[in-house]
């Protein structure tokens, strides 16, 4: 089922994404990188469509390496897997003998599989116990920091990464909650979010668990910390030509894709010097206008498109040595 499931999976923006990332990758002996493999669709789409290219694949989660891997089995030895963190890829790169790649994807977020998978704990829609973890080897699931985190901490945690303007009303009710009994399944916390937000807010913007369980979810994969880390090694990673793309789901992660393409971009030297040294020039050409959206069509057939932004780059000097 998870193999049919794999095979079906649509990936967002994916006729863009090919369309951006695909001409560097004509040239014999080049390589993509794909620091969020997933299930492996942006992948197996930019395989076809560059018959020279090698991919080097990453994700945290074995599972979904295991389901990419049946997925991409028919490109044979020109695909190679490992599971990392997207930040740890000048290691993953090392490693393959790689250090400079013609294209990098980072597909942020969750995979349709984290989210279908019950077990996992992603879903609010679904009881389940709560984990959380895309690297199932790790210590730390989403109980543990439900039932141990201070009311400030859990406050903290749901205005940064999930953006929710009741979050000490919900962090001072799951402090309550929990004192008589630890949190350990989704159903039981999306009560407590329910009855933790005004009756007038929980008919409008959606779930009403949805921001808590998006903030849960970044602070148990420390995602910001980790994205952070990626976006000047992806940079540092490209070619000559090369080109990076970014899919962010929310604007903490589109704020800092952002920034980091806007300053590469950027001339770096004071203003006033007649000519900027070459090490001071910018790194990057920006492909992108803003952010990029799905259109109606694709958010209508994949709903979970819907909240993507894509941004996207090339590297137009050299790489240092």
Known sequence: MDGQRAAAHVPVMCARIVELLTP???????????????????????????????LIGIDRDQHALGLAGERLARFGDRVQLYQARYDELPAVLAEAGRPRVQAILADLGLSSMQIDRRERGFAYSVDAPLDMRMDDTQALTAADLINQASVAELTGILRRFGEERFAERIARRIAAERAGEPFTTSARLVRVIEGAIPAAARATGGHPAKRTFQALRIAVNDELVALA??????????????????????????????????????????????????????????????????????????????SARLRAGERIVEVAA
Request: hydrophobic share 45%; aromatic share 2%; charged share 20%.
């Open 24 to 54: 560097p990758l004509q040239a014999h002996d080049s390589v993509y990188l794909d620091c969020t493999l997933g299930l492996g669709g942006h992948a197996e789409a930019i395989l076809d469509a560059c018959p020279h290219a090698t």
């Open 229 to 306: 880390g990626l976006l000047p090694a992806a940079i540092d990673a490209l070619a000559l030509r090369g080109r990076l793309a970014v899919l962010a789901y929310h604007s903490g992660e589109d704020r800092l894709v952002k920034n980091a393409l806007r300053d590469a971009a950027s001339d770096r030297a004071p203003r006033g010097l007649p000519t900027v040294p070459a090490e001071l020039r910018a790194q990057l050409m920006l492909l992108t206008r803003g952010a990029e959206r799905p259109g109606p069509d694709e958010v209508q057939l994949n709903p979970r498109a819907a």
